[in-house]
């Protein structure tokens, strides 16, 4: 069984920082790409940053690009999403997501495995 536990959301006031934690287990700990995903209320879950095995392909939405960093600990399974410069558009529940394609890895429907998300809320 594949498991990922996302930590590290909370309130932010805009232009702050966070840094979102997905802990993976199982199957989801494998070689698998990474990723981050959003979905704000009454939106549809959006693609973020995403990050593979050997971190030779790492891709941001234009939205965050410059503002956020992703990365991964294979030693300690860990995936991490810093995010700078936050603007109010960041809210939403931010999902970890484990996928072993190769392709298409922007849609949702491309990823074996989600957490359950965590809320993060900035305000103006």
């Known amino acids: 069984q594949a498991l990922l536990q996302e930590s590290g959301g909370g309130s932010v006031q805009a232009g702050g920082s966070l840094i979102l934690s997905c802990a993976t287990s199982g199957r989801a700990r494998s070689s698998y790409t990474k990723a981050w995903f959003r979905q704000a209320p009454g939106r549809e879950r959006e693609f973020v940053a995403l990050?593979?095995?050997?971190?030779?392909?790492?891709t941001y939405a234009d939205s965050v690009n410059g503002r956020f960093t992703i990365s991964r600990d294979n030693t300690k399974f860990t995936v991490d999403l810093r995010m700078d410069r936050l603007f109010p558009e960041d809210t939403g529940v931010y999902y970890c997501?484990?996928?072993?394609?190769?392709?298409?890895?922007?849609?949702?429907?491309?990823?074996?495995?989600w957490g359950q998300g965590t809320q993060v809320t900035v305000s103006s």
């Open positions: 997501a484990a996928g072993a394609s190769s392709f298409g890895l922007q849609y949702p429907r491309n990823y074996d495995y």
């Open positions: 990050i593979n095995w050997d971190l030779t392909r790492i």
